[in-house]
């Protein structure tokens, strides 16, 4: 008799051993462990460089395309006082060698401000494009009555806007803004505002144009979703289907600008709910990434192609937890008053928090930079004021 309550004794033991194991296994696997440091991330890394790119060239710009290490991006007419688009470069290597003082910093907010408005990015770092149609880029100017030339390397070709645009009332004396969205070897992307005609919403008009490279196609659409969704529709893009800027492995999804993103298997306009917040390259969604007020606890991000498919297959899931960064900063608070995203992209995001006062006024408040790129069991906190509480991304910009 002893010998069998032994036995059984022995098999609970076993469970319960096995029950708490398991369960340790099953967590540590959704809730990778946090790591908090207390200054600017001391090396240079893909991510880190991407991000300083997109800080340091602001939200004026629109960048058409990147290649070799190269960054290119377009400044529109109205900008520079111009009448025409004009196109800069700058290598990877240029960026992390302006950015590198800031690397191990405890305090890099001035620093950081301070990179943003030297002359010396704009004399030294940046630097105009010298041959644009080596990077497929349109040279496009604006010409009297709103007539705009552009010439592309294998084509040239005048459009008549009062003409073209009749339908929304153009007119020759209307001033015009525009910029290259996107571009390759295929086709490019034009923007054209004006502010005094309003679209099919009684809006501002927007146009897109849809443009091949040798300028035999071309389709005009009003720049919102609806309106894009319609020449799909009529498959008025499907010869565009292989130029768009492809985002997930199978080259199902294309990226067109700004969020619109276009499944071309079944030629509808994906769409990224108002709550969550999509990745500047278009590849990664972050749900409830667009709250009013970030909620902390678990989060989760996932790949487009899995977000358009409704499934809950998450490249990545963290632990976000207000209380525990503000005992990490010495932080008397009641709680959180702004929490939200400045920048996300793949394996990066940046955060900006403020908290409520114990009693009243402000509790102080931090960036965060959430590093994702390499152990994605222990995830590094950079805990960094950088005095950044705008949105950095690639919006559509005239």
């Known amino acids: ?34 790591t908090y440091v207390h200054h600017f991330p001391e090396n240079k890394s893909p991510a880190l460089t991407e991000f300083m790119s997109s800080f340091l060239r602001g939200h004026l710009e629109n960048r058409p395309l990147e290649t070799d290490n190269r960054y290119v991006f377009s400044i529109g007419n109205l900008q520079q006082g111009s009448e025409s688009i004009n196109y800069y470069e700058y290598t990877e290597a240029q960026i992390e060698k302006y950015y590198e003082p800031l690397l191990g910093l405890q305090k890099p907010d001035k620093q950081f401000r301070q990179l943003k408005e030297s002359e010396e990015l704009e004399t030294s770092v ?10 497929n880029l349109p040279k496009v100017a604006l010409e009297r009555g709103n007539r705009l030339k552009i010439q592309t390397e294998s084509a040239e070709e005048i459009l008549d806007l ?45 146009l897109t144009f849809f443009i091949k490279q040798d300028l035999s196609k071309m389709v005009m659409s009003e720049s919102f979703d609806e309106a894009v969704q319609e020449k799909l529709d009529k498959g008025d893009l499907n010869s565009f289907f292989s130029d768009f800027q492809k985002i997930d492995d199978a080259e199902r999804y294309g990226f067109l600008y700004d969020q619109t993103i276009v499944d071309m298997k079944i030629k509808k306009i994906v769409e990224i709910k108002k709550e969550d917040y999509l990745s500047n390259d278009g590849r990664y969604v972050y749900i409830n990434g667009r709250q009013d007020k970030l909620e902390d606890g678990i989060q989760k991000i996932q790949r487009i192609e899995n977000y358009a498919a409704g499934n809950e297959i998450y490249e990545t899931e963290f632990k976000l937890d207000y209380k ?8 008397v608070i009641s709680g959180i008053g702004i929490a939200e995203i ?48 705008i949105e950095i991304r690639d919006w559509l910009t005239l």
């Open 1 to 34: 008799m002893k010998k069998h309550y032994l036995i059984f004794f022995c098999i609970i033991v076993i469970l319960i051993i096995g029950i708490v194991f398991g369960t340790n296994y099953s967590l540590n696997l959704s809730s990778p462990k946090t």
């Open 126 to 135: 940046y630097k105009p494009v010298k041959d644009i149609f080596s990077f």
């Open 162 to 206: 009062p003409q073209l645009m009749e339908k929304y009332n153009i007119k020759e004396t209307d001033e015009i803004a525009f910029d290259v969205v996107q571009s390759n070897k295929g086709y490019f992307t034009l923007l054209i505002l004006d502010e005094d005609a309003m679209n099919s919403k009684g809006q501002k008009l927007y």
């Open 324 to 331: 525990e960064i503000a005992k990490e900063l010495d932080l």
């Open 342 to 389: 400045n920048y996300f992209n793949k394996d990066y995001v940046v955060l900006n928090l403020e908290y409520n006062g114990k009693f009243v006024g402000t509790g102080g408040g931090t960036n965060v930079i959430i590093d994702l790129q390499e152990n994605k069991k222990t995830l590094a906190f950079y805990l960094v004021n950088l005095e950044l509480n």
